[in-house]
């Protein structure tokens, strides 16, 4: 059985549905606190919950990390290594 979007803000502890509805349409991204207000209420990781979001950010901190481990290179390997495992998980 579904959550209504006036059941969920309740839950959230928003006035008014309208904030959810925004959620739900990636007009805006909510709070930390809120998000995982979202996982307990769904029981399910952010990365799901967020999917297209985490995808985001996963492509971007594998660009940063390769980057950072271009910079960091031979003189550290375990960091390099290390680097270069970031956003390969496979989502």
């Known amino acids: ?9 309740f839950l959230l502890g928003q006035e008014t549905s309208g904030q959810v509805s925004r ?3 990636f007009q805006h991204v909510p709070s930390l606190e809120t998000a995982l207000a979202y996982e307990v209420i769904f029981k399910s990781p952010l990365s799901e919950i ?28 375990a960091k390099s290594k290390m680097l270069a495992t970031l956003g390969t998980t496979g989502n």
């Open 50 to 77: 967020f999917g297209g979001l985490y995808q985001k950010v996963e492509r971007e901190v594998a660009e940063r990390a390769r980057i950072l481990s271009s910079k960091v290179g031979e003189r550290d390997a």
């Open 23 to 25: 959620y739900e349409q």
């Open 1 to 9: 059985m579904a959550l209504s979007q006036g059941e969920v803000a």
